[in-house]
């Protein structure tokens, strides 16, 4: 498992809300990848959970008050974020988002949050009732603390804890790590689009059977984890998998390669990146039967047609993104590969061996542009992908 968060320490600051009960969660779960976690609580957090829940799955001392000396001074608390990775809020009351954005500084958290020293990246989860979340003071407040340089993860819409329904709910504790996760992660990508193919692709013989083949989607699914994480807006058009959309991504689901081609060009416009990872079958059945083929006592006949090459017709655009190819290759890779790359003109082509690489969590990759290759080792999958979109980012 690749843990980001490995050694990495981190102020959670909860402020008085229900979804302080997910909270408990998203440090396990930051604690699970490797993090060191410091609670800081307003005095209204300690209403929705107690401090003891959060120094048991913290294994450190949870700070209420800012009267209280801790580690034996008085300004002790303050060293705390002196040596923190981030600060993350989590919930973050539109009350205290406003002290935030006004630098009031009027309790233990807020107070540690105005001091922080300016290289610690400051996080936020707002959690409130959806009116709240409209309020013209909140919409300029969240603006305000955007244009101030701080993070914030959310929040998702939905049903909430008064009833009412839309957004303001806090986002989830898996969600919450994976946005701390990408808080992490270089920019590479921000303010890029970036279309993405995944998965195998299933061609109908019948209404029961079909054609596919082997791709699990984990390389794809990947590569689109990590263009997001790297601050891309990115759409992923996946074909029959079973894997769940990473946080942060479009997900568009299609069966046929025939569908995945209309997707992609409904798609392709003001894309900035289209990254081919998709194992797409090369020809689709001619002759489809419409009922299932019984047994007749011979086989079926049946006939092929070719399907449409997205990533060539991608490429062939008046102006294309910058395209990408994968190719999966049984033998000869570095040949079929440079092959493969000049005869659908793309600049990049990564190429790996298909059959160890098929539904693993690890593969090898090796990388093909106009002056060579180069290697990627094997590794895990996602961090395979975070390599190979700083390479992309590098040729924008
Ligand atoms: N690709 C595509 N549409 C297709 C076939 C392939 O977009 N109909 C893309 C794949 O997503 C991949 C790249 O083209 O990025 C190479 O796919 P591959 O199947 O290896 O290439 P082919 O051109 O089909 O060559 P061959 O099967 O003969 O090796």
Known sequence: MVMVLSGKKIVLGLTGGIACYKSAEFLRAMVRDGAQINVVMTDSATHFITPL????????PVMVSQWESHAGSPLSHIDVTRTADAIIIAPCTANFAAKLAHGI????????CLARPSHVPLLIAPAMNVEMWMNQATRRNIAQLKADGVGVMGPAAGFQACGEVGMG??????ELLAETIAAFQPAVLKNKRVLITAGPTFEPIDPIRGITNRSSGKMGYAVARAAWEAGGEVSLVSGPVALPAPHGVARHDVTTAWEMREKVM???ADQDVFIAVAAVADWRVANTSTQKIKKTG???QLQFEENPDILAEVASLKKPPFCVGFAAESEKLIEHAQEKRSRKNI???VGNIGEEAFGKDENELILFDAKGHTVLPRADKLVLARSLVRHIAGYL
């Open 169 to 174: 709910r806090m986002l989830e504790p898996q």
């Open 298 to 300: 011979s086989a079926p």
């Open 266 to 268: 409904s798609l392709i």
């Open 105 to 112: 500084a009027d309790d233990l958290l807020s107070s540690l």
């Open 53 to 60: 829940t959060l120094q048991t799955l913290s294994e450190n």
């Open 347 to 349: 600049p990049l082509l």
